[in-house]
Structures are given as C-alpha cells and as structure tokens.
C-alpha cells in the first residue's frame, strides 16, 4: 500500500555511463527524436513538436536525488533545488525569476523544478522558439549543472521557506506513508531519505557540506538535456547544447549510485498496525516483496508486464463490484504490481475500510486473490481488460500528432528516467494488437499464481484504528483464519447489449448559424434543444461533451441540505434502470465513453470524452442517464459508507476546513456551500434525488455543447437521434433571487479552530469585488492578482522566508449577482498566522496606495498573456469558457473575440485604480484557520 501511494510521485533513473535504452533492444525509438550526447558525457534529447505553435519546453534532467545524500545531508537534494533559484554565475540571486517575467514565463507555471529519490528535474516553459531564448535557457540550465552560487546568506534564508515546505507536506497519509517504509524495507535506505529531509539537518546543512554534495554528483555524466518544440531547426538545436555544455567538466570522477540496503527476506508472515486516529479510514495492504528483476525494456518484457497488468485488471474489475454489493466491507479495493527504483519488485492488493470492518476487509482481500489465482479468470472478464487496454492504446495512437509540448518533455524524462524506450504511440498500438491476438486468459491466470508463490507476506494496516493487545497477531490471525476457509470459482457471467439506442423519431433543426470567427455553429432543434458545435485540431481524435440542463444549485431544495454532494456522487453510481455502473462498464469497454455528473452554480452538468468514431455511442450514453437513470440502492450504500471518511477529512485537516467551514463562510452560510451536520447529510436519500432531478431531466432547459475532432453536420444527424428526439423542452427562468449570495464585508477578522495533530494553519484574505458580466473589469482584476501574487512572493517569501506557497489570485462569479473576490492563502506555522495576515492586509493596501512600478506590471502582463495564448490552445477552455451554454450566455463569444486584445490592451493606471477600490484594508476579510491548542 505504501508504495501504491508513493510510486507515481517518484520517478527511476538510469546509469549514467549506459547506453540509450533502444541500443540494446528491439524496440524501435520514435523515429522523431534525436538522440545525442557530449564527449564530457552529457546527453540530449531533441523532439520536434508543433502544438503548441512557436514555443518550446525544456528539461534537465540530473540522476540526483535524496538517496545520494549521507545522514547529515537529509533533505540535500531537494534543498540545492530551491537553491538553483537563489543565484548563479549569469543570474544573481533575486533577479531570476523576474528576468523570466520579463521574457513572458510565470514562476511555478513556466519556471519549476522537482526531487524525489533518484532525480532532480529542473523546467522550463520558452513562450518562443528562437534562438536568443532557447540560448538562454540552456544558459541558465548550464548554470544549474556547475554555477550554483550557494551564497550562505542565501542558503540561510532559504531554511524558513523548506521548512514550511515540510509542513504544508505533513498529513496523516505522509506519516502513514513513512510508517510503510520502515515496516515494509527495514533494511534498505529509503525509510531514511525521504526527499524533504529532516527539521534536524534543514537547520544545521552548512554551505560546505552543499558544496560537497553539488561537485560530487552533480556532474555531466548525470545529466540529460530533453527539448521538446516547434523547432524548425534540430541542428541549431543542437548547437546551442554544444555552445553551452560542451566544456563542462565533473570537479571529480563520477561517483556510483549508493547501495540502497537489501529487501530483507525469510520473514514470513508478518504484520503491522500503524494507528492515526484523525485517518479518514482503515487501509490494509497485503504485499509480498523481492528484489526487482530489472530486465530490459524489449517487445518481450512489455508484453509480460501487460500479461500481469491485464490481470491486475481483472482483479479490479471484481472489486469494484463487490465494494458496492450490500454488506460489502469495505470501500475500495486494487490490486498492483510493479518494480520500485530498480530496487524492489511489489506485488500486493490494499483495500480501505471502516474500523469495525477490518477483519472482513482483511478477509475479503485475501479471499479475492486466492481466489484468482486458484480458478482464474472468466471469459467476460477477460474480453472487457482485452478490450479496454486496446482502446486506451488507441486513443493515445490517435491523439499522437496532438500532444502538449510540455507533456511531451516530461513524459521523455520520465520514460528515460525509468530505462524505457521512448516509443512512438502508433508503434506500441501495432505491438500492443498483435500480442491481444495471441492472448488467452490462461496465461493471465499465470502469471498472477506465479507471482504470488512464496511464503513471505506482509499485512500492513494502518488509519483510525485501535488494538487492544498485541495487534500484529491479532492481523496475522484473521489472514490465517481466512486462509484455511475454500473458495469457488468466480461466475461466469454474459455481457449484455445496451438497452438504450432509440429515443424516439429523430428531431429537426429549425435554426442554424455560424459564428465564423469562431467557426462555431449554433442550432436549435424542434423540441427547443440548442446545441453548440466547435470543430478545434488542439486534440486530434477526441471530442468534449457536455450537457447543460436545469438549474443546478439555483434549484436547490432549501430543506434537503446535502443534497448537492449526495446527487454528485450517487446519481452516476446509480448506473441506469437496465444497467448497472458495473454493467456499464463491461458494455462499453471497447469504446472510448465516459460519463460524469456536477451539480454546477446554475444548471446540471452530465459531460464525457469520446472519440470521432464513438460520439454516437457516448451520445447514446449521456441521453440514457437523461431519460433512464437507475437510482440504484448500491450508490446510495457507497456515498453513506464514505461519509465518515469524508467528514474526517472536512473536520481534522485545514484543507478540510477551508472546503466547508470557509467555503460556507465566505458564501454567508448559504446552505448551498459547504457541508451540512453529517447527521443531515445521511437523512438524504434516492427518492429526494429523483423527485429534484425529474424535472430537470424531462422538462428544462438544455443546451449541448460539442468541441474537438468533430464534422458539425455529422453531429448534428447523430444529435437529432438522441438529444434531439425528446419531449419538448422549455426554456429557463431567470432565478433573479436565487442569484442573490451577499459577501461578508469587512474589516473582519475570523478564527476557525478544529481538532489535528498536524500543526498546520492557514491564514485566508478575501476582499470583495464583483461578478464577471463586467468582463473589462474581471480581466483586469485577473491581472491585478498576479501584481499581488508577485508583491507577496517577493515579500512573504523571499524577504521573509516565512512561507512555501503563498497564492493570490481573483475569483469572479458568472452565475451570482455581483459575487467576486481577490484573494491570498498561507499555510503555516499557527503562530505565524496572525502576524502572516496583518502582513498580507498591509501588503495589498501598498499595492493600493500605489505605485505599481512599470516593471511590477510587466513582469505580471506577460506571463499572464503567454498563459491566454496557450489557453486558446486547449479545449478545455473552448470547452468550458466559450461553447457552454453560450446561446443561453451569448456574452461568451464577444468574450471570446475579444480576450487577448483586451488584456494586452490593460494600462497600468486601470489596475492601479481597481487596486485603489478593492485592496484598502478597511475592505479585508480574514480568516485564520488554525489548529486547537493542545492542552
């Protein structure tokens, strides 16, 4: 379990003197790509890419991490990052960040970097490919690899911002986790080398032992340069890596990776209760642990790995089904398998659950996995993994000529990283068919028995649970118990045909036009259905859905408080009135649907992702929960069974309390927002859900929206045969007093205290402004909060060093009259909160006494430009920003034309006026949420 949490967040390496993985494999390397290295040992990939147009995303990749560092060093690595953005030989320390301002790159968005065990990975996004740009950006990635200035001044303001980066990273789940290792690897160096290092060694690591640590490993064998654009030119490309690397030189020979310790074997059956009672549930983990096998990435391998994944999936497929029968015992459930760090090999099943449902969790997991691996698999099961593994596979294939820049650049540093060969997505399609073709589930069966063989077990449980006695005993018991008990086989099931393709005689549009700037074509059928239609090239072989209909939280029933919550996550579980969610899903498949459901501030939101060729069927999908959801007793059972977990997270974490207690708050306690006493949200119910969402459902106002891969016409007839011919509907009320949601007007201040043993705060500013429909004004609040954003950062942060994260930003409402405010949170210490707010109050009114320096408002204007730009790039934004309900709001589309005119039109005096109106500290509302003293 502990590694199921963890292993997404860390990333492998590889040797620095091996070849490319391609070099010694039969899988062919995407064919785009040039591969290279410097004689001193340094290595670079190139990628041409086209999306997004003109710009560029580049990495340096250095095989350094937490592992490398020695006991007085804990936390080293992860520091000398933080410090690559506190000076170096081309860029003094506190000019950085505002030099990439100026050339149009935000920090943190733009400008970032990152460590875990095994690597540190340090990003840039260039807003244009050219050459003085890209020079610069390799010359500040050259002065990451040798020029780190390592000022002690420097690395002693530092020490307050990693600090509080340590404690904005504190959880239950963090120590949980920490818990795992040490139970789970007693004998390798992981439990001791987490990234974020130790309070100990943050406060007492001296320059000297950072320049030891920077000369010995960060060298240019450990490097790899990855640069992923619109380069017209690889050679000049290339030259610029040359240019700036070529003389780089290691100040000592190029030490071997530490021996991370043994998987400490010949323990048996072994358990552990780790107890954290403000968990939000119990997590069991059954695991069994050996040295990974590292083979090289080749056809072969992969193959055995989708053999075993194909199984895992099967497993799944199970679970899901058995955590909503009635009676089940636990919430969730998955089963894993995976090589960790070229370390460890994990083969394991992990469920979460109540407490008092432990020991038949704990039964149910063991039972499943012996079950599968005595009996095997089903002919139905195995055809739905077949089928959704081919069709994940094929929309990636599809989606190839699309890709983001900046996935693109990751994604070849990850895969490099973990010693694969980055391979092109049609040829891992081609690969992927012809090994299906051969398949059978028997080989699944296989491997899965295979891997489970031996006698070293070990159960980790660790969450809101307490054991009298000696608990690991108690565990190991239950296992044993359950062991002696047979199992049958698993039913053999049949896979039903969808009940729901014919809605009725096809509809007719009666009104059609097309915006042509946009490309945007509008219609309206007969029965008042309006439909909105943007062709985009931005994600080749996909297409957005989304249906809008009613009133959404401006319909809310006034006494049926959690009904909000309740019908976002029961009315999708509910699946439909002649299938189940689960049936759903094995229907469905070999097609690339979804379905989602959200209760949005003004209509209900039921949306998905398909593809071109399956936007019939996704259609078909969408309209069945439209006239026949299944309000099904299973979802009910599920969403009562995780409110426990649930309100444990609102009630003992401050992101818990800023999601109820503050979000309330700030809304005037508005029964809308927030969370009800969870004993009202358990009086809610199916039949509530079904009697609010009856109208909305057959009578009110829709309106569709359809962007990406698309051919309108072809949309249309296949609309007509499914939103189209429904009943007639009408069109939709104003909600004038249900718009209404007053703000708290300040100057106030408010304290939040809850129950934790995390001693985490968070100091929260609001100060009101306006709604959206006053889009010159949004806009230029929008930009405001950067100004702000950056004035704290530079305060709060850098001068300080008082904080990780500060954040500001404006927020306007397009639904609630007049609703909108600029804000800044702060987590911290709480007993910096107090100090932290008045802060931040007097640091927003000297924004607006004024000046905001020309340079202030450039380094904010063009980063922020570079992020609109790209935005246009992106269907979400077409998606949810323009096409929805745009006939319902045709503002949208003005909006739309007029977006980067008008924010690159913006004048420094326009911010600071609104600056003048909004930021007086006569106008702040605080709130301070902060842990209760422990007495």
């Known amino acids: 379990m502990i590694f199921r949490l963890t292993c ?35 290595r670079y990939v190139i990628l041409p ?6 710009r560029a995303s580049i990495r340096i990749y250095m095989d350094v991490g937490s592992l490398m560092e020695e006991d007085d060093q804990q936390g080293m690595a992860h520091y000398l990052e933080h410090m690559a953005f506190n000076g170096s030989r081309h860029f003094p320390g506190g000019e950085m960040v505002e030099y990439f301002q100026r050339l149009g790159m935000g920090f943190g968005a733009d400008t970032n970097a990152h ?43 530092e020490r307050g ?47 000297a032992r950072f320049v030891e640590f920077y000369n010995k490993w960060y060298t240019p064998e450990r490097a790899v340069i990855v640069a992923v654009g619109d380069f017209k030119d690889v050679e000049a490309v290339k030259a610029e890596i040359e240019k700036n690397f070529a003389d780089a030189k290691a100040k000592s020979p190029n030490p071997a990776d530490p021996s991370l310790g043994k998987i400490s074997t010949g323990r048996g059956l072994i358990a552990k209760l780790h107890t954290e009672m403000e968990a939000k549930a119990v997590d069991i983990s059954v695991e069994m642990l050996r040295p990974a096998k590292n083979k090289p990435d080749t056809a072969a391998s992969r193959r055995e790995k989708m053999v075993r994944d194909l199984a895992d999936e099967m497993i799944n497929q199970r679970l899901s089904k058995l955590a909503k029968a009635e009676g089940a015992p636990f919430l969730s459930g998955e089963s894993y398998s995976y090589e960790y760090l070229e370390f460890v090999e994990v083969i394991g099943i992990m469920g979460q659950c109540a407490p008092d449902q432990w020991k038949a969790a704990l039964t149910l997991l063991e039972t499943e996995i012996r079950r599968a691996v005595q009996h095997g698999f089903t002919e139905a099961e195995f055809e739905e993994a077949k089928a959704s ?34 391979t092109h997505p049609s040829d891992d399609l081609a690969r992927v068919k012809e090994a299906l073709a051969s398949l059978k589930k028997e080989e699944c069966h296989t491997a899965l028995a295979e891997t489970w063989k031996g006698d070293d077990v070990q159960i980790f449980v660790g969450g809101n649970l307490k054991l009298e006695g000696d608990s690991a005993e108690q565990i190991k018991a239950v296992y044993r118990e359950s062991q002696s008990k047979p199992v049958e086989a698993p039913k053999q099931e049949e896979t039903a045909a969808f009940a729901y393709t014919t809605f009725g005689t096809p509809g007719k549009v009666v009104q059609e036009s097309i915006v042509k700037e946009l490309e945007l074509t509008q219609a309206t059928f007969e029965n008042n259905v309006r439909v909105n239609i943007k062709p985009t090239p931005f994600e080749k072989g996909t297409v ?19 009904i909000i919550p309740f019908a976002q996550s029961t009315f999708i579980m509910g699946g439909l009135k002649e299938h189940s969610v689960d049936d759903i899903r094995r229907i469905f498949a070999s097609k690339s649907v979804g379905t989602d459901f959200a209760v949005g501030d003004e209509a209900f939101m039921l949306s998905g992702r398909t593809t071109p060729g399956d936007l019939e069927a996704q259609l078909q999908l969408l309209t069945a929960y439209m006239t026949a959801p299944g309000y099904r007793e299973e979802a009910a059972r599920q969403f009562q069974k995780n409110l426990e977990p649930m309100y444990v997270q609102l009630q003992h974490t401050a992101e818990g309390i800023m999601a109820d207690k503050v979000v309330a708050y700030i809304h005037s306690d508005d029964p809308r927002f927030g969370f009800p006493p969870i004993t009202t949200i358990q009086k809610r119910n199916l039949a509530e859900l079904e009697a609010w969402l009856k109208k909305p459902l057959t009578e009110d106002y829709v309106e569709v929206s359809i962007v990406g891969d698309v051919e309108p016409k072809a949309v249309l007839e296949s609309l007509s045969k499914t939103l189209g011919a429904l009943p007639k509907r009408a069109d939709k009320p104003k909600y004038e007093k249900e718009r209404i949601v007053p703000f708290p007007q300040g100057p106030v201040t408010k304290d939040i205290a809850f129950d934790t043993e995390i001693p985490k705060a968070i100091a929260a500013l609001y100060w009101p402004t306006g709604d959206m429909l006053d889009i010159q004004r949004t806009r230029r609040l929008t930009l405001l909060g950067s100004v702000l954003d950056d004035r704290l950062r530079i305060k709060v942060r850098e001068e300080l060093g008082e904080t990780y994260s500060p954040a500001c930003y404006h927020v306007a409402s397009d639904t609630f009259t007049g609703y909108g405010y600029m804000t800044a949170m702060i987590e911290c210490k709480p007993e910096q909160a107090a100090p932290i707010t008045e802060l931040v109050v007097k640091i927003a009114a000297e924004v607006a006494a004024g000046p905001i320096s020309d340079d202030e408002f450039e380094r904010a204007q063009k980063p922020l430009m570079t992020q609109l730009e790209q935005m246009r790039r992106d269907n979400r934004y077409w998606s949810q920003n323009v096409v929805r309900n745009c006939q319902e709001h045709p503002e949208r589309i003005e ?11 913006i004048k420094k005096e326009e911010i600071q006026a609104l600056a003048k109106e909004f930021l007086q500290a006569n106008r702040a509302v605080a709130v301070k949420v902060l842990p209760k003293e422990k007495k």
């Not at 094929?394 to 973990?418: H, M, N, P, T, Y």
């Not at 029933?557 to 959690?562: N, T």
Request: net charge neutral; aromatic share 8%; hydrophobic share 40%.
């Open 8 to 42: 997404a967040l860390f990333l492998l390496c590889f040797s620095a003197t091996a070849q490319w993985p391609q070099d010694t494999s039969d899988l062919k390397a995407d064919p785009k790509a040039t591969f290279g290295s410097l004689k001193n040992g340094l």
């Open 115 to 157: 460590t875990s065990f095994k690597e540190t990975v340090y990003m840039l996004e260039l807003p244009k490919v050219e050459t003085k740009m890209l020079g610069e950006g390799m010359q500040l990635f050259r002065d990451y690899l040798d020029g780190m200035a390592l000022g002690e001044k420097e690395i002693d303001k």
């Open 161 to 207: 911002i990693i600090l509080s980066e340590k404690l904005s990273r504190d959880s239950i789940d963090y120590r949980t986790m920490l818990e795992g290792y040490k139970f789970a690897l007693p004998d390798s160096l992981l439990p001791n080398r987490l990234p974020i290092g130790t309070e100990e060694t943050i406060k007492t690591m001296q320059k």
């Open 389 to 422: 593994l081919l069709k994940t596979v094929e929309l990636r294939a599809a989606q190839a000529d699309s890709r983001k820049s900046r996935d693109l650049a990751s994604g070849v540093v990850s895969i490099l990283a973990s010693k694969k060969v980055f």
């Open 49 to 54: 890419n086209v999306e997004p147009p003109g």
């Open 544 to 562: 957005r859905v989304t249906i809008n209909f009613g009133g959404g939280k401006l319909s809310t029933p006034a006494d049926q408080q959690g």
């Open 895 to 905: 909006w739309a034309k007029n977006l980067l005119s008008d924010f690159e039109g």
